[in-house]
């Protein structure tokens, strides 16, 4: 129910409640001043009655009082008039005329308690009041009625009935409360009206209140209310519009600032609901803020990766997709995971996009390849899935102007319109993911760069100083041996002296080679400065490692170097130690490698000695 309605319902309520509270009031009144106007006008007559009678008495004219009763009887406002004696003037006049016997019980009652009555008489359809008046005995006046009648003062000489209609009284009382009910009822209904004209801008203003205001609770803050004038309300209404002014303003602000940090104009799901919106895309960049903070704290960025396939999995709710890294020195591309599995295997790509990186079009061209807006956009996309058809969306991470990664989602086409909704909150996460991966993939090419030799692409001394922790951690955890071979060129130093340091620098690379290709792919070949170099052979004792030694010192002598004007064959002296037979400290089984190279120096040249604890003496640990 509205305002209008129930503010008119109550005070029409009111007024009629009014208009009928006063009508009883009018008709109540009107009834009781009747009544005291007909007593007054019975008592009137009564009295005339009585001067009359005496009169008639003291002239001795009593015998025509019904003429005398007649005339009163015909008097305006008076239908009947009777006289009955009482018991004192039966006895002492006697009974009278036979209209002064008719008393009935009432005016009996009267007589006997000498008390007057007044009764309201409904007879043939019409209203009577009936007065019965006693005349009391007193000796008082002049001439009194002690000195006709022979009675004590107090008795009862008569009664005086009297009758009065009261018709013409009530219909004048009906016509007086009709126009009073009636002049009431047409103040009430132009009050009414006058109220529902002054409500009228107070209810229009209260219901488009309402309407701005639901509007608003949807997210629509545009609704506007037309101001009505300068009181109260219109203040009120001007102060409102003002304050949607600002919120539209405001919030419309915030909106675009939010999509232009998101790089993405979108078209919400809801897209009456400003307000949601907003909120929505706020709480987005807040949550990608605290993720790249995250992600800038990580060390590696296979850590990096890990934190991106959960947003994707447990955050948006995506179990299908890929994320793969470009390795644009190669132009290749490798999984870094697969469905939420960091290192599986390709699944929803053609592999050759592994191979060949510009078979991808994200890589080739940079931009996003929208599968459900464009099925068969990509022809590498491939769904191997069994029933149920999949569609992709493919977008790059670009780092320095290239494209670094390529993340892939795939969904079936009842997520496809919600996944539409989702890619501008990703593309934000990828976009703060690209600088971090860019910077911890510069950091592991650095640290890298910093662990190798730049001459021979070898492991450099720093990097076995970090992993030497690692290496005795693995192999007392194994319970497995591994062999340190110490290597030097034999008179390297003529190589300079002779050919110079360039003819130097190429016997030095091709020595690299051959001993990476001598060794497995797990163990590591480091140099470990100036002609010399470590082999580590990981899962190895001493006796295999000897013939690996011997492996290597004899290709190493086979090996025909090609300098200007002159072909060059070099050898090499090898040191042979063993962990943890020989100690359990790494830098000491390294010490002891060194002192068998020694040995072996020492002994001619050319040759792998196995270092034996006879070898370590004072002086060898001082030198």
């Known amino acids: 129910m509205t305002l209008n309605t129930k503010t008119l319902l109550f005070f029409s309520a009111l007024m009629g409640l009014l208009v009928l509270l006063l009508a009883a009031i009018s008709l109540y009144s009107f009834r009781q001043f009747s009544l005291y106007t007909a007593e007054h006008h019975a008592r009137s007559v009564a009295e005339t009655i009585k001067v009359g009678l005496t009169e008639s008495m003291v002239n001795g004219t009593i015998g025509k009082r019904p003429q005398f009763l007649d005339r009163l009887a015909g008097v305006p406002g008076v239908q009947n008039v009777r006289i009955i004696r009482g018991p004192a003037v039966v006895k002492q006049f006697g009974a009278g005329l036979a209209l002064d016997h008719r008393a009935d019980g009432i005016e009996n009652?009267?007589?006997?308690?000498g008390e007057a009555r007044f009764?309201?008489?409904?007879?043939e359809g019409s209203s009577l009041f009936r007065a019965i008046i006693p005349y009391i005995a007193t000796g008082q006046g002049t001439p009194n009625c002690l000195q006709c009648h022979a009675v004590s003062p107090g008795t009862v000489l008569g009664v005086v009935s009297i009758e009065i209609p009261l018709s013409d009284v009530q219909r004048q009382a009906n016509t007086a409360t009709a126009m009073v009910s009636l002049?009431?009822?047409?103040?009430?209904?132009?009050?009414?009206?006058?109220?529902?004209?002054q409500l009228r801008p107070l209810v229009e203003t209260a219901g488009a209140v309402k309407t701005v205001v639901t509007q608003a609770i949807g997210g629509a803050f545009h609704g506007r209310i037309k101001q009505r004038g300068s009181d109260e309300i219109g203040v009120i209404t001007g102060q409102l519009n003002q304050l949607m002014e600002f919120l539209d303003e405001g919030i419309g602000t915030i909106g675009r600032r939010v999509s232009e940090l998101m790089g993405h104009h979108h078209r919400p799901l809801n897209v009456g609901n400003q307000l949601v919106t907003t909120t929505e895309m706020v709480e987005g960049l807040v949550e990608v803020s605290r993720y790249k903070q995250a992600i800038e704290e990580d060390q590696t960025k296979q850590e990096v990766y890990q934190r991106l396939v959960n947003v994707l999995n447990e955050k948006y709710d995506f179990h299908r997709f890929s994320i793969y890294?470009?390795?644009?020195?190669?132009?290749?591309?490798?999984?870094?995971?697969?469905?939420g599995v960091i290192n599986a295997p390709c699944r929803w790509c053609d592999s050759q996009i592994l191979i060949d990186a510009n078979a991808c079009r994200v890589k080739r061209t940079g931009h996003e390849a929208n599968g459900i807006d464009s099925p068969g956009i990509c022809t590498m996309f491939r769904d191997?899935?069994?029933?149920?058809?999949?569609l992709h969306l493919c977008m790059p991470i670009t780092q320095s102007g290239a494209v670094g990664c390529v993340v892939q989602i795939v969904v079936s086409l009842d997520e496809a319109p919600l996944a539409q909704y989702m890619i501008p909150f990703i593309a934000v996460y990828l976009r703060e993911t690209a600088p971090v991966l860019e910077a911890k993939r510069l950091m592991e090419h650095l640290r890298e760069s910093s662990l190798r030799d730049a001459m021979t692409g070898l492991y450099n001394r720093r990097f076995l100083e970090e992993y030497a922790t690692t290496l005795v951690a693995t192999?007392?955890?194994?319970?497995?041996p591994f062999s340190v071979l110490m290597l030097d060129l034999d008179y390297f130093k003529q190589v300079n002296d002779t050919f110079g340091h360039e003819a130097g620098d190429k016997v030095l690379k091709t020595l690299a080679e051959t001993?990476?290709?001598?060794?497995?792919?797990s163990d590591m070949v480091i140099r470990y400065g100036g002609e010399e170099f470590l082999i580590v052979l990981l899962d190895t004792g001493a006796e295999v490692a000897m013939n690996v030694a011997e492996k290597i010192r004899t290709k190493v002598e086979e090996t025909k170097i090609s300098l200007p004007g002159t072909m060059l064959q070099k050898t090499i002296s090898i040191g042979v130690s063993e962990f943890p037979s020989d100690t359990d400290t790494f830098w000491q089984v390294v010490k002891f490698a060194d002192v068998a190279l020694y040995e072996a120096k020492s002994q001619g040249?050319?040759?792998?000695?196995?270092?034996?604890?006879?070898?370590?003496?004072?002086?060898t640990g001082k030198s």
């Open 109 to 113: 009652d009267v007589i006997s308690r």
């Open 119 to 123: 009764d309201v008489l409904e007879r």
């Open 183 to 197: 002049s009431v009822f047409l103040a009430a209904l132009l009050t009414l009206l006058l109220l529902r004209w």
């Open 325 to 339: 890294e470009v390795a644009a020195s190669k132009n290749r591309m490798s999984p870094v995971a697969v469905d």
């Open 384 to 390: 191997e899935s069994e029933g149920e058809k999949h």
């Open 475 to 480: 192999s007392q955890r194994r319970q497995s």
């Open 515 to 521: 001993l990476s290709r001598s060794v497995r792919t």
């Open 605 to 619: 040249r050319n040759r792998v000695i196995r270092f034996i604890p006879s070898m370590w003496t004072t002086e």
